[in-house]
């Protein structure tokens, strides 16, 4: 039987506890959705006044030098860079993970795309947005073909055989938190004569990443996460070393050129990470992106990935306790170690179910058609905070107040 | 003669005079930059907070539906229409210029390349990332050329001919200030079976603009200029109605799906201007745009037009005063019809000059080789400033003061 007291013995023995009162947190919310926009780290809020203020304010154009805003896009990449295993200058930040995919999915196709390996390969339960750009450049390009709508998630180590140009994996699923090898995906990948491009949009931020050593060719991310950098924050775009130079990407902006600054109507992209640069970055925003980073500078991601087993693996401990289990159905991994940070589960009332506990401070998230989600963000949520979240789940499902939703919501839409 | 008196009554008689106490400009500074990056509207700081503090810290995931996260490429891009003068859902606000552009190449040569037509056109001397872009698109689709290496922008009238698939223009010159005519140029490329793609970043806001009465088939543009929107932020696209649904732009992400958050694995693009979204918006910046743009909505362009003229003519009045045009080549057009809201000249000590200009607090920028450019922003530059900045220059022109700054700088870098 565990108690509220086992779960504030665990806060207090807890070496990342000091982390929480760094975070601007509403009071009287438990917010287990930093899987899909992280808290506002309090440093932001001071660093994004002073960009708006005093750089752009008061010394304007200057800023461009003085306050370093030309070089965001590096400075924030290599304080992503440790973050994911990455060794220097392989990572930058810029743009929306879209857009990023665009960019070295054509890198990919130009490096290895040919008549006898037309396929990038994925599967239909990856994020729809990667589906989606892969799709677009298969029209625009025409010489390769998305496979993903007959291959499921555990089926992707299998698909990959001689005819992939490029795998396109997420490691840790939206939908159901599932975490997927990497390691294993990338050696498979490389024997068959495939690159592989990772999505960490569910994974930076929340436990140890090692691409180099992995031996990943590609990968984007998501910094509004598990780096709680912001809504919609620039993403990041990380290029193995042995990439470089080697292909060009097609949007081919001018802070991607070697010298922007010479106006030079000719084209000649930048020998390095910079290359992946188009246009001229969103710099309020990724002021936010680089003040929130520096909460990771000595942060030990193994910590973090330990409270993230520990929270998650309350949280369903407790689910099972208060005998849950029929009504809630676990769509995550049993596994602690097979999934990500974040627990799902399927609910006949998921939509009601969502919104009763939004009303009574419980944060969690709603995916259609009835999946809900707890993400637990480590440096923020207590295991107090997973005790209280799960007694209030059980208190709205006795009371039918998920019910009562349910039918106000559908009688307002009708 | 032109005496301080003589600006100091155009302040007095100047129906914009009000607009200059809305911005936050720092003391003792007569900012002529303004083509660079627009200056800070009081209110943005405001706003900005507001998102970050309140809506982000205190609201948080929530805030994607309760402040209108969600829908706010399209809330300012319906603020950004009448400035361009385009109907209601034609404009949307996202992404950079150069991925906007990428995006619209690569529509208007699905919609009219072919073998017969296998040109973009434009001129060498257009702003580069937008030649950079369409090189870019030429390498990945092999089918199209980008002709510009021999044309000079007032060779582009008559370089439009039955082989070019798509005209891409920017209105005013980055360096030069003159203004192109597009009624004509979208005429004669209509005339030809052309499309045309314009650039508005040195126009809009500053003049008037009729997109939809000129009958242009795609814009992009700038809203960090003299939409005084912050330093990098997103950029606007135009697609004329015409064109809604009629080709599918390449960069497919999941917020141009008409219905993202089905999550649907195929890719569905909206059938209007929502398309043209790529990945998730970056919020802080766009909050930002939006509230910048307020600034125009009971805003009579043409008065700005008529100030932006005033200010440019009485700047090379005064210039000629002081018979500074010897050393001062005016490389913009004498006749201001023929401008957009900046003057460039030629000086041999360009850099030195625009240096010793910015330490005596007037902030004007360089461009390599040899050019310095002044950038009049009608919203918030006076007659008195113009005055005043004519004086400065000349002050530093006898003192030699450029010469000084020169042989610094060169010793600095060797």
Redesign the interface.
């Known amino acids: 039987m565990i108690t509220r007291t086992d779960a504030e013995q665990l806060d207090q023995r807890d070496p990342l506890a000091n982390y929480r009162q760094q975070f601007?947190l509403?009071e009287q919310?438990i917010?287990l959705?930093g899987n899909?926009?992280g808290?506002?780290p309090k440093r932001?809020?001071q660093r994004?006044?002073e960009t708006?203020?005093q750089?752009?304010?008061?010394?304007?154009?200057?800023?461009?030098n003085t306050h370093q805003?030309v070089n965001l896009p590096q400075i924030v990449g290599e304080k992503i860079a440790p973050v994911i295993g990455a060794a220097k200058k392989q990572v930058i930040c810029c743009?929306?993970?879209?857009?990023n995919l665009?960019k070295l999915l054509?890198v990919a196709i130009q490096l290895n795309g040919s008549e006898r390996r037309p396929y990038i390969l994925s599967s239909?339960?990856?994020f729809?947005?990667d589906?989606?750009?892969a799709?677009?450049?298969q029209?625009?390009?025409g010489s390769t073909t998305c496979r993903?709508?007959d291959v499921a998630e555990e089926q992707l180590y299998d698909a990959i055989n001689d005819e992939v140009a490029v795998v396109m994996v997420t490691e840790v699923n939206f939908?159901s938190g599932k975490r997927l090898d990497i390691k294993a995906l990338t050696e498979k990948a490389h024997q068959h004569g495939a690159l592989i491009i990772v999505d960490l949009a569910h994974s930076a931020g929340v436990m140890p990443i090692e691409l180099d050593t992995w031996n990943v060719d590609f990968a984007v991310g998501c910094t509004?996460k598990y780096l709680n950098a912001?809504?919609?924050?620039?993403?990041f775009i990380y290029v193995n070393k042995r990439w470089h130079n080697k292909a060009?990407?097609?949007?081919?902006?001018?802070?991607?050129?070697k010298s922007?600054?010479?106006?030079?109507?000719?084209?000649a992209p930048d020998s390095g990470i910079k290359q992946y640069l188009?246009?001229?970055?969103?710099?309020?925003?990724?002021a936010?992106v680089d003040s929130a980073l520096d909460l990771f500078a000595d942060l030990d991601l193994q910590h973090v990935r330990t409270k993230s087993i520990q929270l998650t693996t309350l949280f369903h401990q407790l689910i099972e306790q208060h005998e849950l289990t029929e009504q809630l159905t676990l769509l995550s991994p049993t596994d602690a170690s097979q999934r990500g940070s974040q627990l799902s589960y399927q609910h006949p009332q998921a939509y009601g179910l969502c919104q009763a506990l939004?009303k009574r401070g419980v944060?969690a998230?709603f995916?259609?058609p009835s999946y809900i989600r707890f993400g637990f963000a480590p440096l923020y949520n207590r295991h107090t905070d997973v005790y209280d979240a799960v007694n209030t789940l059980c208190e709205v499902l006795d009371n039918g107040e998920h019910l009562a939703i349910e039918w106000q919501t559908r009688q307002s839409v009708t």
Chains 1, 2 share one sequence.
């Open positions: 601007a509403p919310t917010y959705d899909s926009l808290a506002l932001v809020k994004v006044s708006v203020n750089q752009w304010g008061n010394d304007l154009i200057g800023s461009w805003w743009d929306s993970i879209s857009v665009f054509s239909h339960d990856n729809p947005t589906l989606y750009i799709q677009g450049l029209q625009q390009i993903f709508k939908r509004y912001g809504p919609g924050a620039p993403a060009q990407q097609p949007i081919a902006g001018w802070f991607g050129h922007p600054f010479d106006f030079d109507p000719t084209y188009a246009g001229t970055p969103a710099i309020i925003s990724m936010a939004i944060i998230d995916r259609a």
